[in-house]
Nanobody
Framework: QVQLVESGGGLVQAGDSLRLSCVAS????????MGWFRQAPGKEREFVAA????????YYADSVKGRFTISRDNARNTVYLQMNSLKPEDTAVYYC???????????????????WGQGTQVTVSS
């Protein structure tokens, strides 16, 4: 089992920055690929960013490419999402997710993730 706890969300203005953190406990964090997803009211949960277990491959949704950066610190069991130039359309609950590295993984597919956090709210005002 892996437990994931997100933090760092909040209310900001358009153009501001936030850094989300997700701390993992349980089985070896470095054995998992990690992803960030988000869900706005009335919408499907969508892919935002992902990073492989080694931290040397990253993936982004087109809507956040160039503004968001995913990173991980395996020594701290933590994955980060640095969000810059935030827009009102980035408003959503942001979820951290973990995928087993020893099975097939499609970074952008939420069904490929085994564990999920409870989410943290990000609200961007215009």
């Amino acid at each position: 089992q892996v437990q994931l706890v997100e933090s760092g969300g909040g209310l900001v203005q358009a153009g501001d920055s936030l850094r989300l953190s997700c701390v993992a406990s349980g089985r070896a964090f470095s054995s998992y690929h990690m992803g960030w997803f988000r869900q706005a009211p009335g919408k499907e949960r969508e892919f935002v960013a992902a990073i492989n277990w080694r931290g040397d491959s990253t993936y982004y949704a087109d809507s956040v490419k160039g503004r968001f950066t995913i990173s991980r610190d395996n020594a701290r069991n933590t994955v980060y999402l640095q969000m810059n130039s935030l827009k009102p359309e980035d408003t959503a609950v942001y979820y951290c997710a973990a995928a087993q590295s020893w099975t097939s993984w499609t970074p952008r597919e939420k069904d490929g993730y085994n564990y999920w956090g409870q989410g943290t709210q990000v609200t961007v005002s215009s």
